[in-house]
């Protein structure tokens, strides 16, 4: 607002300025009046122009506003008191009510309304009393005018900074929101299932080792059985935490996978690991579907825990896994043939039953910026997941 007061300032010396040094007395006179109208025209064009740069100078300095002020008068007394020199003054107290506050507004139309009267009485002495009141009172009104304007900035810049803050604590909010939904999902989907295997092998063992006669070949498969997924939860662990300590840029997450062979390997990997027969469907030989490493591993984290929940909860006997390429996206089906989930199952009763496999599930598909469907299967038995994500550009043949 400053650099616009110096803009009106610009306009008005230089249509006043003829007028003023028409009217000044040969010699002397011209050339004081010449150096007022450069003085003045180019300090208003410096603050116009660089007013972030010359600005913070004359709010620490006023007196080079009164020195301003003293040029002006010249030029004012010059050109007389009835050009548009005059009309210049109230920017005066206008630009020190915005800049110095109610203090300086006050000093300032002080100051001008008194050099306007001295001209009107010394160059003017047949006026009204009313005309050579008026641009005074205007210096008056535009002070105020200026420091209640200065009030508004200081709240508007308050409020504003006020905002940004919660703005950030929000963001900062939702950061970490954010961070713990993900982990809790990284936790659930792998750490905690592995941990929960462990411990029914163990229950396992137990009870075969408490038998009366105790079967030695079962013993060892079932304490091999423990080992395995104990080294398994102690490398779920490490890969957790190398993912929470990894610094943007140490891991190359624009790699590309074939996310369908990844597929095909991870459902042969849970067949020989569930207690039911899983298929892969989907793939010709030679044709992938390449997808970055980062959105495959959550592809294949909700076709696990869909293999998952079948085989725990579903009472299941086999699941069919499918995928096929369609319209730019990936679409992966699993479907079992268990019981289902109960009528009227929605996520957030399951959320608070403690369940949150498929929370995690609905999650994981919303930041791949795709669908996730959960149902009853085709021939209306058992359950079926439909996952549906936007492949980008990414292998868009058929799989």
Not at 160 to 189: F, I, K, M, Q, Y
Not at 298 to 317: F, K, P, Q, Y
Request: with cysteine.
């Amino acid at each position: 607002m400053c650099r616009q007061v110096f803009g009106f300032r610009l306009a008005m010396i230089a249509v006043a300025s003829p007028a003023a040094l028409l009217n000044a007395s040969p010699g002397l006179g011209v050339r004081l009046v010449g150096a007022a109208v450069v003085v003045t025209f180019m300090g208003s064009y410096a603050l116009f122009r660089d007013w972030e740069r010359f600005g913070p100078l004359l709010l620490r300095h006023p007196s080079l506003l009164v020195v301003d002020t003293l040029f002006g008068a010249l030029l004012l007394v010059s050109a007389g008191p009835d050009t548009t020199l005059a009309y210049v003054s109230v920017c005066t107290p206008l630009l020190a009510g915005i800049v110095y506050g109610w203090r300086g507004a006050a000093f300032f139309a002080s100051l001008q309304g008194l050099i306007l009267l001295l001209v009107h009485a010394t160059l003017g002495p047949g006026e009204a009393v009313a005309e050579s009141l008026l641009l005074p009172g205007l210096c008056v009104i535009t002070g105020a005018v200026g420091s209640t304007l200065r009030n508004l900035l200081l709240g508007f810049g308050e409020a504003t900074e006020a905002l940004s803050a919660t703005r950030a604590r929000l963001a900062v909010t939702e950061a970490v929101g954010a961070e713990r939904a993900e982990l809790a999902r990284e936790l659930h989907d792998t750490l905690a299932k592995t941990l929960h295997g462990v411990a029914l092998a163990a229950e396992a063992l137990v009870d075969t080792a408490s038998a009366a006669a105790p079967d030695s070949a079962a013993l060892r498969a079932q304490a091999g059985l423990v080992a395995r997924s104990a080294r398994r939860a102690a490398a779920e662990s490490r890969e957790l935490l190398t993912d929470l300590r990894r610094v943007s840029g140490e891991q190359d997450d624009t790699a590309e996978v074939d996310v369908a062979g990844e597929l095909a390997a991870r459902v042969a990997e849970f067949a020989r690991r569930a207690p039911l027969k899983a298929t892969y469907e989907g793939r010709p030989p030679g044709t992938p579907v390449p997808m970055s490493r980062p959105r495959c591993r959550h592809v294949l984290t909700v076709v696990a825990e869909a293999l998952d929940n079948a085989a725990r909860h579903a009472e299941a006997s086999h699941a069919r896994v499918r995928s096929e390429v369609s319209g730019g996206a990936l679409r992966i089906t699993v479907q079992d043939d268990g019981r289902g989930l109960r009528r009227g199952t929605t996520v957030d009763e399951l959320r608070h039953s403690g369940h949150f496999g498929l929370l995690g599930m609905t999650e994981r598909a919303a930041f791949l910026g795709g669908t996730l469907a959960v149902g009853p299967g085709e021939d209306g038995r058992g359950t079926q997941v439909t996952l549906e994500v936007p492949l980008d550009g990414e292998g868009r043949r058929r799989c």
